[in-house]
């Protein structure tokens, strides 16, 4: 049973094709370049490379987000779109855990992270649970850095706590400030998320997997301009 993967929710572009057991390819770039014009070369790259067939596939996999919103909507479109096409379950994988699964066995609390401005983040804090993946411990959330970690240390109660993400480094001077010697910081190569560990994650899902239209991005918070426009919107109707 193979499974198609695709993670663009963020800088990284990662797509692969597993099967159970295997890792068959799986191709990451940190370019930031537009996904939208090289996500689908990936994909017939690696499905030629890997000899399969269409009707080889069992379902797909993607990261759902949260994350860009541009990069999350092309992810989960290109997805689901190629679910439809070939009658295919797909599954949506949260892209935190995408990351914290690099990450699996460590002793302590694995805290991934995206940058999410004005001092706040995406994250989200799990543990090992077995030897295939991490379990959430703390729900993913958006957050003001500065409120999160006091809920890390609480939670952590003095294990250690490991940061991992591209975005860490913007914010590594303030975490070690607060947390000390009970921070760590995963390598640079732990950092990027890996379409491969979205499709192991989701060959275990895929046969209670729903229909490509039932699956919907995780955002975790409006769009500014969606915001903005509720807004407005909401205090014409309280005008009227």
Not at 58 to 81: D, E, H, L, N, Q
Not at 107 to 136: K, N, W
């Amino acid at each position: 049973m193979r499974v198609l993967a695709i993670d663009t929710s963020n800088l990284v572009l990662s797509v692969a094709v597993v099967e159970e057991g295997r890792v068959l390819a799986e191709v990451t770039t940190n370019q930031q370049k537009n996904h939208s014009v090289r996500l689908m070369d990936c994909v017939s790259r690696l499905l030629d490379e890997t000899d399969t067939r269409p009707e080889q596939l069992a379902g797909i996999g993607v990261a759902k987000g949260p994350g860009s919103y541009t990069g999350v909507r092309i992810g989960v479109a290109t997805a689901k779109s190629i679910a439809w096409a070939l009658n295919l379950p797909v599954v949506g994988v949260s892209s935190l855990q995408a990351v914290a699964q690099n990450a699996l066995g460590f002793p302590g609390l694995i805290v991934p992270l995206f940058d999410a401005r004005r001092g706040q983040v995406y994250s989200g804090a799990y543990r090992t649970a077995g030897m295939e993946a991490v379990e959430v411990q703390l729900a993913e959330r958006i957050i003001l850095l500065s409120d999160w970690l006091p809920l890390l240390c609480k939670e952590a109660a003095g294990e250690p706590i490991l940061f991992l993400g591209e975005d860490v480094r913007l914010h590594r001077e303030t975490i070690a400030a607060a947390l000390g010697d009970q921070a760590r910081f995963a390598p640079a190569s732990h950092n990027h998320p890996r379409a491969a560990h979205i499709g192991l994650l989701a060959l275990g899902e895929i046969e209670h997997a729903g229909s490509a239209h039932a699956l919907v991005p995780e955002y975790l918070q409006l769009a500014e301009a969606e915001a903005k426009w509720l807004a407005q919107n909401q205090e014409g109707s309280q005008k009227e």
